[in-house]
């Protein structure tokens, strides 16, 4: 009797274990679908490029894409081109969506092209699409784009940017300069060739566009930008713009620097005179800067600045220029014509001081300068009013001897 009491028991035991272990493993089903993680072969719809220009499994570099399809929150890893490991941020996964930004290491072995996508989940199971990163166009450096940093014939130069990628030719003044080598995709080693005399177009041509940038020349005219308002120029007088900042205005004047104001919509810079005001003078310009060029010829020496009075006629602009020395130069130009204009402004017509007829104290020394400001010429108080003008791509140019 008591061994069958004992039997009993025993079966009874192995009947609650089986209905606890079965319990336990359905908690845990449960637990995990509730975590997401969901048996199951993963399925790609498509991959939308979330650029400036939205596609479909297509995109460059480093743009953001969404991964639309199901079974989609248990991803483990994406491989393109089997070689290349993409990173993703599992937590922003949902079922249907996952987010990452297209890959692009050609230290892994990453290239241009249709190839293919692999996706593997965390219980190894996998789906593949094809997806084709776009080559970007090349671009150039703004600043020390040229080593040295200018071109003379025969000499062994490089440019630097980067995308340098399927480079199809190198060009100065629209002609190839015939061989070139691409150290990386960053650095291009190039010949100048014979014959250039004054600043020249350097080009990049590659698969994807191409890109150009003027390079000054040895014993040529070289321009150098004072500023675009656009955020091109010299450096330290570049801080968008902000007030109390490198660009300013001062007297009875009203001054802004915008989008919109400049060249074809670009940025540019305003300033107007409506005739109230006291301090009778009115002007715009940026801080003292170090001299750009070591060229000691105002008879071969420009101040360039592209200009439209179209909505202020009767202006009369005042040019001052500054050098090392705090020594002040002027010269007045009345606006004519229509539209944006380009003034071209030889230093050695400035006057000394600030009176256009001084020219018996010499002319601004380029190598000195240090300084433009742009003002406008209220001739006693009793100039056009309004005055005024919008002005963009101020600039010098020069004759360097070396």
């Not at 969901?38 to 953001?64: C, M």
């Not at 109230?276 to 715009?284: A, E, P, R, V």
Request: hydrophobic share 40%; aromatic share 10%; charged share 20%.
């Amino acid at each position: 009797m008591k061994k069958n009491k004992e039997k009993i028991y025993i079966q009874k035991l192995l009947v609650l274990c089986s209905v606890i272990g079965l319990w336990v493993f359905t908690s845990s089903c449960d637990d995990d679908n509730e975590n997401g993680l969901q048996f199951g072969n993963p399925e790609i719809v498509n991959i939308v490029s979330l650029g400036d220009e939205p596609a479909i499994n297509e995109g460059f570099p480093a743009e953001l894409v969404r991964v639309e399809g199901t079974g989609l929150n248990d991803m483990k890893e994406i491989i393109f081109d089997g070689t290349v490991n993409t990173f993703f941020n599992s937590t922003l996964n949902s079922n249907v969506a996952l987010f990452f930004n297209v890959p692009f290491d050609a230290d892994q072995g990453s290239r241009f092209g249709s190839q293919t996508v692999t996706f593997t989940n965390l219980f190894g199971e996998s789906v593949s699409t094809e997806f084709t990163i776009k080559q970007p166009g090349p671009t150039l450096t703004v600043a020390d784009t040229f080593s040295p940093a200018k071109g003379e014939a025969g000499i062994e130069m490089r440019a630097f940017g980067n995308w340098f990628f399927n480079v199809e030719d190198v060009l100065i003044d629209g002609e190839s300069v015939g061989d070139f080598t691409v150290v990386s995709p960053q650095e291009i080693l190039f010949t100048f060739p014979e014959g250039k005399t004054e600043t020249t177009e350097f080009t990049v041509v590659t698969a994807g566009g191409m890109v150009s940038k003027d390079l000054p020349i040895v014993g040529g005219i070289v321009e150098v930008l004072f500023s675009d308002f656009d955020g091109n120029g010299i450096p330290n007088i570049n801080n968008n713009y902000e007030p109390g900042g490198d660009w300013f205005s001062y007297g009875d004047n009203i001054f802004e620097i915008a989008n919109g104001l400049g060249v074809d919509g670009s940025g540019g810079a305003e300033i107007v005179w409506d005739g109230t005001g006291s301090l009778g003078f009115t002007g715009s310009g940026h801080q003292d800067v170090a001299p750009v060029t070591t060229s000691t010829d105002s008879e071969n020496a420009f101040i360039l600045l592209d200009i439209n009075g179209d909505d202020y006629p009767g202006t009369v602009l005042e040019f001052i220029l500054k050098d090392a020395t705090t020594d002040t130069w002027i010269f007045k130009v009345p606006l004519t014509g229509s539209g944006w204009q380009t003034l071209r402004l030889r230093m050695s017509d400035f006057g000394f001081g600030f009176d256009v007829g001084n020219q018996g104290m010499g002319d601004p020394n380029p190598a000195t300068l240090v300084a433009i400001r742009m003002q406008i010429s209220q001739e006693g108080g009793a100039g056009a009013v309004p005055s005024g003008y919008r002005y963009d791509n101020l600039r010098l140019e020069v004759l360097e001897l070396d």
